[in-house]
């Protein structure tokens, strides 16, 4: 089955505790993304990569790193959590970032850092 | 900059009663619009995008570049429909990030 998996789906963690959670995708996309989803503010672009070792800012990437090392995983890594990264995240993937292809969407990790 | 508004936070109408999620859109060049929805416990999933022209669902949505709206619609609201609705904008630049609206959600009572 094609599909965006993410790890953990939920996570509570501490201040400055690092953390990382996985994105995998089996649909061999180019483009994988990762968004943050909080109340009354949609969803928010953190980091993007267009393909393997090309990795970039999105809208909020700050407090955020992400790697691609290989095609179908895309980790994102809070190096150092604070609470306003409490959020939901969400993985996504498509074809390639040459066109305006559907995105492909994890489940989500709901994230909480006390 | 891209940006995309959902005026309504929430839409509430009865079961068979038409439906119109509105969306509006800043950007300068021309755009590709996207309907997204999320049901329950589901993940995010596309509903539609304006290139392809199609109904999903019952829904569709027109793309208009003079009011640079992209309203999404059905004639017969079903209880099934109840989700939270992202519209979302793709420019032809080189991140290819969608722009979301914060999304409105549908009740449809019966």
């Known amino acids: 089955e094609a599909q965006v998996t993410q790890n953990p789906r939920y996570l509570i963690t501490v201040t400055g505790k690092k953390l990382t959670v996985t994105c995998s995708q089996n649909?061999?996309?180019?483009?994988m993304s990762w968004y943050r989803q909080d109340p009354g503010l949609g969803l928010r672009q953190i980091y993007y990569s267009m393909n393997v070792e090309v990795t970039d800012k999105g809208d909020v990437p700050e407090g955020y790193k992400v790697s691609r090392k290989e095609k179908r995983n895309f980790p994102l890594i809070l190096e150092s959590p604070s609470p306003n990264q409490t959020s939901l995240y969400f993985c996504?993937?498509?074809?390639?970032?040459?066109?305006?292809?559907?995105?492909?969407f994890g489940p989500g990790t709901r994230l909480t850092v006390t | 900059a891209q940006r995309v508004t959902q005026p309504e936070k929430l839409l509430s109408v009865f079961k068979g009663a038409p439906v119109e999620l509105k969306c509006n859109y800043s950007y300068s060049g021309s755009p590709e619009l996207f309907w997204y929805v999320q049901y329950s416990r589901q993940r995010l999933q596309l509903l539609l995008r304006?290139?392809s022209r199609e109904s999903i669902k019952g829904f569709t949505a027109d793309l208009n570049k003079g009011e640079t709206s992209f309203h999404l619609k059905k004639p017969f609201a079903q209880e099934e429909d109840s989700a939270m609705y992202y519209c979302a904008l793709s420019g032809y630049t080189g991140r290819r990030a969608l722009t979301f609206g914060s999304g409105t959600r549908l009740q449809v009572q019966p």
């Open positions: 649909m061999n996309h180019e483009y």
């Open positions: 304006h290139i």
């Open positions: 996504a993937s498509s074809l390639s970032g040459g066109a305006p292809y559907e995105q492909y």
